[in-house]
């Protein structure tokens, strides 16, 4: 689980969270949300856009391992999220890779192609902090 905060005008550029969901909380401000689902055409990835939209304060947003686990996020305000990653980061089988998109490739039974091509990680600031609130039991 984590906050994220981001300045008006910074972007998250297109990324995934392998073999996860993510339940996403627009905790205030707005931002652009484009998704993109991966497939392969030939030997080549690609991707088809299936949300690009503005989110605004109390809205929520789901990735799942199969399904819009591709996104991007860009900040048009000052903007915080709340994550949940289902399962959580192990940094062996789920790392989060990052991506380049193409320009629109093509439209096609009503969706927008483009392609894709995994990319280094980029220099992305993040400051974790350790939750220091109450202690949060579940009885299951």
Same mark, same amino acid.
């Given at each position: 689980?984590?906050?994220? !905060?981001?300045?008006?005008?910074? !972007?998250?550029?297109?990324? &995934? *969270?392998?073999?996860?969901? +993510?339940? $996403? !909380?627009?905790?205030?401000?707005?931002?652009? +949300?484009?998704?993109?689902?991966? /497939?392969?055409?030939?030997?080549?990835?690609?991707?088809?856009? +299936?949300?690009?939209?503005?989110?605004?304060?109390?809205?929520?947003? $789901?990735?799942?391992?199969? *399904?819009?686990?591709? *996104? @991007?996020? /860009?900040?048009?305000?000052?903007?915080?999220?709340? &994550?949940?990653?289902?399962?959580?980061?192990? *940094?062996? $089988?789920?790392?989060?890779?990052?991506?380049?998109?193409?320009?629109?490739?093509?439209? /096609?039974?009503?969706?927008?192609?483009?392609?894709? @091509?995994?990319?280094?990680?980029?220099?992305?600031?993040?400051? /974790?902090?350790?939750?220091?609130? @109450?202690?949060? $039991?579940? &009885?299951?």
């Amino acid at each position: 689980m984590g906050i994220f !905060l981001f300045p008006a005008k910074t !972007l998250i550029p297109f990324h &995934d *969270h392998p073999k996860m969901s +993510v339940i $996403t !909380l627009n905790l205030f401000g707005s931002a652009r +949300v484009r998704v993109l689902n991966p /497939e392969s055409n030939k030997g080549k990835l690609e991707a088809f856009e +299936v949300l690009d939209r503005v989110t605004n304060a109390g809205e929520m947003l $789901t990735c799942f391992p199969n *399904h819009g686990n591709i *996104h @991007q996020i /860009e900040a048009i305000t000052n903007f915080a999220m709340l &994550d949940i990653f289902l399962p959580p980061y192990d *940094h062996i $089988t789920r790392v989060c890779h990052y991506f380049k998109v193409s320009p629109l490739k093509r439209k /096609e039974n009503g969706r927008n192609y483009f392609d894709i @091509q995994s990319i280094p990680d980029p220099y992305i600031e993040m400051i /974790e902090e350790p939750y220091q609130g @109450q202690r949060i $039991t579940i &009885d299951i």
